[in-house]
């Protein structure tokens, strides 16, 4: 179930032709609400891809109707046609789901240097049959097509006082602290305004995701989004919620750790 555990999800994984071995590559996850509030952390390189330009642009209002995600192609050092095609998948989304496009956000994984016309269009079609099957259920299909080298998808769930977190997460490689080569969504139905949803997210990456290393690595691409729909109708106690979704991340990073390329050993200082 992972990001469609929490009430108030859809989501969906398809093919859309940019991973060579046709395997799901693009990823939708909707919040239907009845709150839209988001939060999100970027990775702290200088070097940034175009996506996370898009999305710490239109995550600043503290509200995200959906987030769009492909793996297969980083659009990282694609210059000013790279920014537009963010740009654009995040309004074919928009257009598809009767939303603004700034409340769409972005996340785009896989080789450097990768976003030409074909792989702009193999977005904009996947976006398109994503939003044509999303589902309650379609957590582990979006889960699935944000994987590049992992080699199984990342998910967790926690539930307690009638509101539930989920989320997904992937990476492999370029780990390192300061978060990762992750792409991160945690959605939960608890009620929590744009204030409170990012004091809790930084402060769970802080001590999980940021921690995380495995070969001294940092990417460009790194994004953990946090989608609240409070469809639960619960607020959540603060220190409750904050260590439940601690909890997920110290989950989501110990896989990503645990599927890290090339390791042998896995070491976790407590």
């Known amino acids: 179930m992972s990001v469609t555990a929490a009430q108030g999800f859809v989501a969906a994984g398809v093919a859309a032709g940019l991973k060579s071995t046709g395997k799901p590559d693009v990823a939708l996850v909707v919040n ?7 939060a ?8 940034k891809a175009n996506p996370i330009i898009w999305s710490a642009e239109a995550i600043k209002d503290g509200k995200a109707e959906a987030i769009v995600l492909n793996s297969g192609g980083a659009n ?4 000013s046609f790279g920014f537009q095609t963010s740009h654009q998948t995040a309004e074919k989304a928009a257009e598809l789901l009767g939303v603004g496009a700034v409340d769409v956000l972005v996340c785009s994984t ?5 976003g ?6 193999k977005v904009l079609d996947g976006t398109t049959a994503a939003a044509a099957e ?6 582990e299909s ?5 994987m590049t080298t992992d080699t199984v998808p990342k998910q967790a769930t926690r539930s307690e006082g009638g509101w539930t977190i989920g989320g997904m997460a992937k990476g492999a490689g370029m780990l390192a602290p300061g978060l990762a080569t992750m792409l991160v969504v945690i959605t939960t139905d ?5 204030d409170e949803a990012d004091q809790h997210l930084r402060a769970a990456t802080r001590t999980t995701f940021d921690r995380l290393d495995s070969d001294g690595a940092m990417s460009t691409n790194d994004q953990v989004t946090l989608l609240a729909s409070g469809a639960s109708g619960i607020a959540a106690d603060a220190d409750a919620f904050r260590a439940a979704l601690t909890d997920v991340c110290l989950d989501l990073a110990t896989q990503l750790m645990g599927d890290a390329e090339g390791a042998s050993h896995d070491i976790l200082i407590t």
């Open 32 to 38: 239907r609400g009845p709150q839209k509030t988001a």
């Open 40 to 47: 999100a952390v970027f990775t702290s390189n200088r070097a």
């Open 76 to 79: 990282c050092f694609t210059g």
């Open 110 to 114: 896989g080789l450097i240097g990768t």
């Open 116 to 121: 030409d016309e074909v792989f702009r269009q």
């Open 134 to 139: 999303l589902s309650a259920d379609g957590g």
């Open 142 to 146: 979006a889960a699935r097509a944000i």
């Open 190 to 194: 608890a009620e929590l305004t744009p």
